[in-house]
């Protein structure tokens, strides 16, 4: 088993995993940047290395100065948790070529998925479906045009090395691909270093539902489906498990062919495979993550299995603790993202937070590391915790995640919480029928 674990991220996140190793009675290591000296993460852990100034760049994407905390600290194993480094094969690798262990997938899995058109291909050659598209990178626009003539419009240019909702295009028309091939290239160059593209159908009114499996080598178990289809430019802001939109019959076939695929892929650790599903149910993969996600919770709730922890025995080199029939899937979970941003023009808003309440009671569920007092630091991602509700159905969860919304004090800082409430409010979203573009371009408050 680990005997001490190295935390590389910062947030909830960082407290996430630190809770599940210190229950497995782990050492916790994490390391943080100047400007989270202070943070939460940092009081909690048994050890912490300042790693470099606030900016990700010279810090926790620093991976020479990572590995120097491991080895002063002695740590057997690195976490990544989700963004920095969590995706960055060459990150896993030098973890393990330092004789640590990455508590993730093989460097191999995390390299394949992460150029999404060699995802897309391998499993398409696995049996699952994916959108019809190119074959392979685009790198002229006169092969674009043949492609695109081929599946019709609308279409998507996709980053190959894209993520986290950037990277991507929507093409109308054929005027629109002349104008938009070139300045999509030299965006993808800059944004990740390479300029290659893929292109998908679009699919105009679709359902975000993903699958969540975990495998040790030998078995590996899909836990089930989330629906994440809340989005604003292309980045989830609520997630439910389990989806309100697919049919039963829909759900087992999604997650069987997942199963199947992963295990041929002998998958370790926690992958998320991310489908488009259109209104006649058909679904299509768009690409997997190699990583604990944000909305990780409300699998967690629905099936009273601790995925860090699963992640961390998986790692140890244990087997998973549950097989296949212990997967019950029960009542209806429901997370909200709280972000410190303004609610309207989304623009985020660092700064000191001098009152904060967060209510408890019987299902709900608060991953935050922010406190009062607490000055949210203006160089990382704004959201500041997940407000998870759990109801014996969805219309339970509906409502206690109101309640809790509505009884949630954040003073000091712009925060969505007057936007949360009004989806929740929506008559749309409580139908449990809404698509990816529903915030953007239908809901009006
Ligand atoms: P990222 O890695 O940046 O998160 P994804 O491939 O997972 O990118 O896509 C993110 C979101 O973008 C999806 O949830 C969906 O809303 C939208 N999207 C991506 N591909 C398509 C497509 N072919 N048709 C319609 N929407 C798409």
């Known amino acids: 088993m680990i005997k001490k674990l190295l ?29 989270d000296r202070d943070s939460m993460p940092v009081q909690l852990a048994d050890e912490a290395y300042c790693i470099g100034p606030a900016k990700p760049q010279d810090s926790y994407l620093n991976m020479a100065a ?20 969590s995706e960055n094969p060459r990150f896993a690798e030098a973890v393990e070529a330092e004789g640590l262990i990455f508590v993730g997938p093989s460097p191999q899995h995390i ?7 060699r995802a897309r291909k391998t499993m398409e050659s696995l049996g699952v479906p994916v959108l019809p ?37 929507i093409i109308n028309s054929p005027a629109e691909l002349e104008e938009n091939f070139k300045t999509a290239q030299r965006e993808a160059y800059l944004a990740f270093n390479s300029q290659d593209l893929y292109i998908e159908k679009y699919i105009e009114r679709a359902h975000h539902v993903e699958v969540q499996i975990i495998g040790d080598g030998e078995n590996v178990v899909a836990v089930g489906d989330r629906e994440c289809s809340m989005q604003r430019r292309h980045q989830k802001i609520v997630e439910e498990a ?91 979970a429901i997370e909200a993202r709280i972000n410190a941003e303004d609610p309207r023009s989304f623009t985020p808003s660092p700064g000191k937070i001098h009152f904060l309440f967060f209510p408890g009671g019987n299902g709900i ?52 919480l007057p936007l949360l409430l009004s989806l929740l409010k929506s008559a749309k979203f409580r139908s449990g029928n809404y698509t990816t573009r529903f915030l953007e371009e239908e809901f009006i408050w």
């Open 365 to 416: 569920r608060i991953d935050s590391a922010v406190f009062q007092g607490y000055e949210i630091p203006p160089f990382y991602d704004s959201m500041i915790a997940k407000l998870i509700a759990y109801g014996r159905d969805r219309n339970e969860a509906l409502h206690k995640l109101e309640v809790a919304l509505k009884h949630t004090s954040i003073v000091g800082v712009k925060t969505n």
């Open 111 to 117: 390299r394949l998925m992460g150029d999404k058109q």
């Open 133 to 169: 598209g190119s074959d392979g990178v685009v790198n002229r626009i006169g092969e674009a045009r043949r492609i695109a003539e081929k599946i019709g419009y609308p279409i998507i240019l996709k980053a190959v090395a894209g993520g986290g909702g950037r990277g991507m295009r």
């Open 242 to 332: 389990p989806s309100p939109f697919i049919s039963q019959r829909t759900r087992e076939k999604m997650l069987e062919t997942v199963e199947e695929a992963s295990r041929k892929l002998g998958l370790k650790s926690l992958v998320t495979f991310e489908f488009l599903v259109d209104e006649e149910e058909n679904f299509y993969f768009i690409e997997a993550n190699t990583r604990i996600q944000v909305e990780h919770p409300v699998t967690e709730q629905v099936t009273g299995i601790d995925l860090v922890k699963e992640q961390l025995l998986v790692a140890s080199g244990e087997k998973l603790s549950f097989s296949k029939e212990d997967v019950i899937v029960r009542g209806h």
């Open 66 to 85: 990572i590995m120097s905390a491991a080895e002063i600290s002695k740590a057997d194993a690195i976490h990544p948790g989700y963004g920095f480094l």
């Open 7 to 35: 935390i590389a991220n910062r947030g909830e996140i960082a407290l996430r995993i630190m809770t599940s190793a210190k229950e497995l009675g782990m050492k916790t290591v994490v390391v943080f940047s100047e400007a």
